[in-house]
């Protein structure tokens, strides 16, 4: 009984580590765009289109469960595996990253979409910051276009931008876990006057947010999609990585006594 982990975050990374130890084989999927693990089992990257698609690749491979270990913005793997687990009767475990929650000493403000939040700062006029820090992941020239008239857009990403800079664009190419004196340097260096990113979660990108929090800086946070809920037979959902592995380990260890 083959278990497919669909990673891409610390939390996968953790996740397939823990389960090595059930006695059951392993893969682990990962898009290959950034780095690739060092795990005990096999891992794979690409995705799945050139397998004829999930279900396809997870018949030929005998896959008996799915651990959907994306981030937490990655809402169409999600629901191509809630679909998936349903088509073909197995079990899907999906990690949900709890969001990050805003303190008495924040000062954010929530937007569903970059065109939604360009709009709001152009109503904004004189009060719109003109220094920003955009730290959402992939961009494409369309949605740089809807900033270009501030004074500078600072963009960060793990991998390089396909795509063409407006003139007011800097790129920086770093890849997580961020410190927060690093963070602070950073905003300092550009005078940065708010910051632009989505509500992933977790504690590998968390340190610009104490940083704002520090220099009293606006952040701007991108909500998160609001998955379907899967079939409740097939598809479980876990706030905590501990909790998902307890569960799967859970699962095979009975299959194991019935078998």
């Known amino acids: 009984m083959t278990i497919l982990i669909l990673g891409g975050t610390s939390e996968a990374k953790a996740i397939c580590q823990q389960l090595a130890n059930i006695g059951r084989p392993l893969i682990y999927s990962i898009a290959g765009m950034v780095r690739q693990p060092v795990l005990s089992c096999e891992v794979i990257s690409g995705g799945f289109s050139q397998y004829g698609g999930l ?24 629901a191509s595996v809630s679909a998936v687990s349903i088509e073909l009767g197995i079990p899907c475990w999906r990690f949900t990253r709890p969001l990050w929650q805003a303190g008495p000493n924040d000062n954010w403000h929530e937007f569903n979409h970059l065109a939604e939040l360009s709009s709001f700062f152009k109503a904004s006029a004189q009060a719109s910051p003109q220094r920003i820090f955009m730290s959402v992941g992939k961009l494409d020239s369309r949605e740089l276009a809807l900033f270009k008239d501030h004074q500078l857009l600072l963009v960060r990403s793990a991998i390089p931008l396909q795509c063409t800079l407006p003139s007011s664009g800097v790129w920086v190419q770093a890849v997580g876990p961020f410190a927060v004196a690093g963070e602070l340097e950073l905003l300092r260096n550009y005078a940065i006057d708010a910051i632009v990113c989505k509500n992933s979660g977790g504690e590998a990108v968390a340190a610009k947010l104490d940083a704002a929090r520090q220099l009293s800086l606006p952040v701007y946070m991108q909500r998160r999609h609001v998955l379907a809920q899967g079939d409740g037979r097939w598809c479980t959902e876990f706030s905590t990585a501990q909790a998902l592995v307890y569960a799967v380990t859970q699962k095979y260890l009975t299959s194991s006594l019935n078998e």
């Open 55 to 78: 279900a396809a690749w997870c018949r030929r491979r005998g896959v008996q469960g799915i651990v959907d270990a994306t981030h937490p913005f990655a809402s169409r793997i999600s």
